[in-house]
C-alpha cells in the first residue's frame, strides 16, 4: 500500500509484540489499556524506549493516582472529590500541612467538613457562613449577637431574620429593606418624616405621602413647574436615581455640581448639617457663594482680585508672576487655603492678604530684621513688648491659642492674652498654702491619681483641696469593723470572704446612706446565691468560673440542662467525661487511635453517639462503645444483590431512581387494623419510604 508520498508501507510494518501478544499498531494497544496514545508516542521518543516500557509506565502512573475511600476505588483525587463535592485543593493542602496520606487527608478532610455542617429549618448548610449568606445575613453579626446574649447559632439566626424581618418598610407594594432606604429613594430626609410622624401621630407611610407633596409643592412655586412636567420629571429622577434641579433632570449631583462650579462635597456636608434637601442645600450654597463675590467686587480695587481663588488666574507678587496663589505659596513656604482665609475675612486684595500673612509669620518665627519687629511690638499692662511671642512667653501663655482666639471672636490681642490668663488664674490649685498652676501639677507633686481627685470631687460635690486631704489622709481612718474583726480596708475584708471589693463601692456609690457593713452583708447574699458546689466538695464563686477551670463551655452546658431538664452539675459532669475520653489513647481492632473522632472518623459513624453511649453506660469503655454505633449502623445499611453495600436503603433507592409508597386498603372501622397500619406508617418513615 502506498501512502500520499508514493511509498510503499506494509501494514506488518507497524506491528510489534508486547504484554505476551502480537498487535497490529501501537494504537490499538494504547485502547486496550486505556492509555492515551500522544502521551505513549512522546513519552518513547523523549527517553527512547520500546513501546511496552512507555505503556508500562503511565499504566503505573495512573495506577499510583488511584484511591481507596469509603470501600469504593476512584481513579483519581479529583473525581472522588467531586463526587462528594469537596475541593481537591484543599484535600492537598490538609495532606502536606499533617503529613499524611492522600486517603488519611481524605478521610479527615471529609469528616471535618461534616462535622461543620449547619442544620437550620431541616435543611443542611455545608456550614454556617454560607447558611448566613444564603439568608443574605452577616456570619459575624449573628455571632456577636449569639455571644453577647448566650444564645446558640441557631437560635441567635432566627431572632436576627426576625429582626431583619420587622425592619422591612412596605410603600407603594413595594418592599424596602428600611424606612431610611425607602426615603433616600424618594430623596426625602428621614429624620424630617420620622419626626413629622411622631409629632402628629400619622404612620410613617402617610408622613411619607406629606413630605413628597412638599417637596413637589416647593418646587412648582419656586421655579415656575407645572405639576404634569414636574411629577414627570421626578418620577424618572427616582426611577434612574438621579438629581432634579430647577425643573431640569441631572444624572447625578456631581453632574449638577460641575455645571454650576461648586463642591458636591460642600453641598452634602450643608444638607447633613442642617438637615435639609440637596436642592435647598444648593441653591443655599450658590447664593452665600454670589454674595461673597458681590462683597469682594465692592471692597477690592478691581474686578480680577474677585477671583483670587481661580487656579487660571495669574498672581503678581513682589516683582514676580506667579500662575496662582498654590504656586506663590510653595515658593514662600506657606499653606494656600490659610493665606486665602486670611484674605477672605480682612477683605483684602490678593498682594495685600500676602503681604500682611507672610509678615505675621515672620514676625511669629523671628525671621525679619528689627524694624519689623518694632512695627509688630504690641503694648499690654504698662510694658511694650517686641512681638506677641515674648508677650505670651511671658505671662506663659500659649500664643497660637491668643492668636486663634483672637481671630474667631473679632477682638485684639490684647482682649485674647486677657481673658487667657485669667482662664490659667482660674485653674490655679492652691494646697497648704503653695500655689499650683493646674491641677495636673499639683497631683503630680503630691503622687496621687488626678481622675481620683476630680471624681471624688463631683461625686462629693466638694472642693479639690479637700478631695486631696481625704485622698491622703493615714490609713488608720480606713479602719472599720466587720463580724467583731477590724479590717484596715474594705480589699482586705472581701479577700477574706471571696467577695468582689469593685461590687461593694458600687454599692455604696448607689446607696449613699449604706455602710460598708451593710454593703459587704449585701454582695455576700448575692454571692452565696451564685455560687457552684461540685462533686467533690470544692466551691466556685459561680457556674462561668467553674467551667472555665474545667475547660468547658459555659453555654454549651447550660443549654445541654434546658434541652434534657437535668441540673447543671450533670451537664458539666457529661461534658467533662466527653472532653477527658477523647483525650485518651485506646486501642480498637489492633489500631492505636489518639481520639475517638479519629477512630469515628475512619469508621464512618457519629462520635457524638459514642459520647452519648459512655455518658449513659459509666462502666462501658470506648470500644463497646464504638461496637454498639457501629452495630446500629449496620442495621441500617442495605446490601444489593451485586455485593454493593449502601449507608441506608433511602440512598440505594436515590441513586437507582426508585420513589417507593406505601399503599394501604383497610377497614376503617377496625381499630386493631388502624394500630397495624399506623406501625407500619412509622417503620417506613424511617427507612424513607412515603
Known amino acids: 500500500m502506498a501512502n500520499k508520498f508514493g511509498i510503499n508501507i506494509s501494514i506488518s510494518d507497524f506491528s510489534f509484540f508486547a504484554f505476551n501478544k502480537s498487535w497490529p499498531n501501537l494504537r490499538k494497544c494504547c485502547i486496550h489499556y486505556n492509555v492515551r496514545y500522544s502521551s505513549v508516542v512522546s513519552y ?10 512507555a505503556i508500562r509506565h503511565f499504566i503505573y502512573s495512573r495506577k499510583e493516582k488511584e484511591i481507596h475511600f469509603k470501600k469504593k476505588k476512584w481513579p483519581n483525587l479529583t473525581e472522588c472529590c467531586k463526587s462528594y463535592s469537596l475541593d481537591p485543593a484543599c484535600v492537598r493542602a490538609y495532606k502536606k500541612e499533617h503529613n499524611l496520606t492522600i486517603e488519611d487527608a481524605l478521610n479527615e478532610y471529609y ?6 455542617q449547619f442544620v437550620f429549618n431541616k435543611t443542611v448548610y455545608r456550614s454556617f457562613e454560607s447558611c448566613c449568606r444564603i439568608h443574605n445575613v452577616n456570619p459575624s453579626s449573628v455571632k456577636y449577637y449569639a455571644r453577647k446574649n448566650h444564645f446558640l447559632f441557631r437560635h441567635a439566626l432566627i431572632r436576627y431574620l426576625e429582626i431583619k424581618n420587622e425592619s422591612i418598610f412596605l410603600y407603594k407594594e413595594k418592599e424596602y429593606p428600611t424606612f431610611s432606604a425607602c426615603c433616600t429613594t424618594y430623596d426625602v430626609d428621614y429624620y424630617q418624616v420620622r419626626d413629622l410622624s411622631f409629632r402628629t401621630g400619622i404612620t410613617k407611610e402617610e408622613a411619607l405621602d406629606l413630605s413628597i407633596k412638599e417637596c413637589i409643592n416647593h418646587y412648582m412655586i419656586e421655579y415656575e413647574v407645572s405639576a404634569e412636567q ?3 420629571n421626578y418620577v424618572e429622577s427616582i426611577k434612574e436615581k438621579g438629581f432634579l434641579y430647577k425643573g431640569k433632570l441631572y444624572s447625578s449631583l456631581a453632574v449638577a455640581c460641575k455645571k454650576y462650579d461648586i463642591s458636591e462635597q460642600l453641598i452634602h456636608n ?8 440637596l436642592h435647598h442645600a444648593l441653591d443655599k450654597c450658590l447664593k452665600l457663594e454670589r454674595e461673597s463675590k458681590e462683597k469682594l467686587l465692592k471692597n477690592s480695587k478691581s474686578h480680577k482680585q474677585i477671583h483670587y481663588y481661580s487656579k487660571r488666574n495669574p498672581v503678581i507678587f513682589r516683582g ?13 513656604q506657606v499653606d494656600p487655603a490659610n493665606v486665602r482665609d486670611y484674605i477672605r475675612r480682612h477683605n483684602c486684595s490678593i498682594q495685600d492678604g500676602l503681604e500682611m500673612y507672610l509678615c505675621g509669620i515672620a514676625d511669629y518665627r523671628g525671621s525679619y530684621g528689627n524694624e519689623m519687629n518694632t512695627a509688630r511690638s504690641i503694648p499690654f499692662r504698662n510694658n511694650i513688648y517686641k512681638n506677641l511671642v515674648e508677650c505670651c512667653e511671658q505671662y506663659n501663655v500659649n500664643w497660637n491659642s491668643v492668636t486663634s482666639y483672637s481671630s474667631k471672636t473679632n477682638c485684639s490681642k490684647q482682649e485674647a492674652l486677657e481673658y487667657y490668663i485669667q482662664l490659667y ?3 490655679k490649685v492652691t494646697y497648704n498654702g503653695i500655689t499650683y498652676n493646674s491641677l495636673r501639677e499639683c497631683c503630680e507633686t503630691l503622687k496621687i491619681d488626678r481622675k481620683k481627685v476630680t471624681n471624688y470631687a463631683f461625686y462629693y460635690k466638694i472642693s479639690f483641696a479637700e478631695a486631696i486631704d481625704y485622698l491622703l489622709a493615714p490609713k488608720e481612718n480606713s479602719c472599720f469593723l466587720y463580724e467583731s474583726k477590724e479590717y484596715s480596708s474594705v480589699v482586705e475584708c472581701c479577700k477574706e470572704y471571696g467577695i468582689i471589693s469593685a461590687s461593694v463601692h458600687s454599692y455604696l456609690y448607689r446607696n449613699r446612706s449604706a455602710t460598708i457593713q451593710n454593703a459587704i452583708d449585701y454582695i455576700r ?5 451564685t455560687r457552684f458546689i461540685w462533686k467533690d466538695g470544692v466551691t466556685y464563686r459561680s457556674f462561668a468560673v467553674f467551667c472555665k477551670e474545667k475547660g468547658i463551655s459555659v453555654s454549651s452546658a447550660r443549654d445541654k440542662a434546658r434541652k434534657n431538664k437535668i441540673s447543671l452539675a450533670e451537664a458539666a459532669e457529661y461534658y467533662i467525661q466527653k472532653k477527658d475520653t477523647s483525650l485518651k489513647n485506646f486501642d480498637y481492632e489492633g489500631k492505636m487511635y489518639s481520639s475517638i473522632p479519629k477512630c469515628c472518623s475512619e469508621y464512618q459513624i457519629v462520635a457524638a453517639s459514642v459520647y452519648a453511649y459512655l455518658y449513659k453506660h459509666p462502666g462501658s469503655t470506648i470500644p463497646e462503645a464504638i461496637d454498639y454505633v457501629r452495630q446500629l449502623k449496620l442495621k441500617k445499611k442495605f446490601l444489593w444483590k451485586d455485593g454493593t ?8 433507592c436515590r441513586e437507582k431512581g426508585i420513589n417507593p409508597k406505601l399503599t394501604v386498603l383497610t377497614n376503617p372501622d377496625d381499630e386493631p387494623s388502624k394500630a397495624y397500619v399506623r406501625n407500619k406508617k412509622k417503620v417506613c418513615e424511617e427507612v424513607g419510604i412515603e
Open 230 to 232: 414636574f411629577e414627570k
Open 320 to 332: 514676580n508672576r506667579f500662575l496662582s496663589i498654590a504656586d506663590c505659596c510653595s515658593v514662600y
Open 44 to 53: 518513547k521518543n523523549k527517553y527512547q524506549c520500546t513501546n511496552e516500557e
Open 425 to 427: 488664674e482660674e485653674r
Open 645 to 652: 453495600l449502601y449507608d441506608s436503603f433511602p440512598e440505594f
Open 270 to 277: 450643608y444638607a447633613k448639617r442642617k438637615r435639609v434637601f
Open 525 to 529: 447574699e448575692i454571692t452565696d446565691k
Open 111 to 116: 469528616a471535618m467538613i461534616q462535622n461543620r
